[in-house]
Nanobody, 118 residues
Framework: QVQLVESGGGLVQPGGSLTLSCAASGVTFIPYYMAWYRQLPGKERELVGG???????DYGDSVTDRFTISRNNAKKTVSLKIDNLEFEDSGVYYC????????????WGQGTQVTVSS
């Protein structure tokens, strides 16, 4: 069973930076696609960004260049760095993986809360 464990969330002041990390376990190969989603209050879950095992990254339509996604294939981890945090970035951030390219099967982490507040 694939499991994703997120870390790095918390309370951050506006203008600060934060790096979220996610580690995959229960998979014996390098997962094809690893991504971060977020759910802001009162809104649906949306893609923040994802990256394939080959290094191709994509970002959600509402995401700006304040967000940078990266991964470490050897460690099966994916990270999301958020710069210049804004109040509107507050929400729950979820790690997700689609381990097999030809399969739509997706796994989710429990989510980590990010709160931007002064």
């Amino acid at each position: 069973q694939v499991q994703l464990v997120e870390s790095g969330g918390g309370l951050v002041q506006p203008g600060g930076s934060l790096t979220l990390s996610c580690a995959a376990s229960g998979v014996t190969f390098i997962p094809y696609y690893m991504a971060w989603y977020r759910q802001l209050p009162g809104k649906e879950r949306e893609l923040v960004g994802g990256v394939t095992s080959g290094g191709t990254a994509d970002y959600g339509d509402s995401v700006t260049d304040r967000f940078t996604i990266s991964r470490n294939n050897a460690k099966k981890t994916v990270s999301l760095k958020i710069d210049n945090l804004e109040f509107e970035d507050s929400g729950v951030y979820y790690c997700s993986t689609r381990p097999i390219k030809s399969s739509a099967q997706r796994y989710w982490g429990q989510g980590t809360q990010v709160t931007v507040s002064s």
